[in-house]
């Protein structure tokens, strides 16, 4: 079992900054594939980051160049550091873990509870 807890949301205005934080419970840490997704008001959930045990990366083409995912083993924390905002980044944040990286973009088996990130214009 994994619980993930996010941290770091909150309201900034476009062109700003925010990194979340991503704590996860257990030992095997180190062994999972970490992901990012985020939902906004009346949308579905999307994927946008994930990074592997071993540290290959992949994004969601709309973050790009702007977000980068990260993840310190020692500390049981994975990160997302989101820079140039937009107004349509603004959403729920979640965290995902699952043992398989090919997973943990789509249909990841652990999920925390979220944290809002607002972006302002």
């Known amino acids: 079992q994994v619980q993930l807890v996010e941290s770091g949301g909150g309201l900034v205005q476009a062109g700003g900054s925010l990194r979340l934080s991503c704590a996860a419970s257990?030992?095997?840490?180190?062994?999972?594939?970490m992901g990012w997704f985020r939902q906004a008001p009346g949308k579905e959930r999307q994927f946008v980051a994930a990074?592997?045990?071993?540290?290959?990366?992949r994004y969601a083409d709309s973050v790009k160049g702007r977000f980068t995912i990260s993840r310190d083993n020692a500390k049981n924390t994975v990160y997302l550091q989101m820079n140039s905002l937009k107004p349509e980044d603004t959403a729920l944040y979640y965290c995902?873990?699952?043992?398989?990286?090919?997973?943990?973009?789509?249909?990841?088996?652990?999920w925390g509870q979220g944290t809002q990130v607002t972006v302002s214009s």
């Open positions: 257990g030992r095997t840490f180190s062994s999972f594939a």
């Open positions: 995902a873990a699952d043992a398989s990286y090919a997973r943990v973009s789509s249909t990841p088996t652990y």
């Open positions: 990074i592997s045990s071993s540290g290959l990366r």
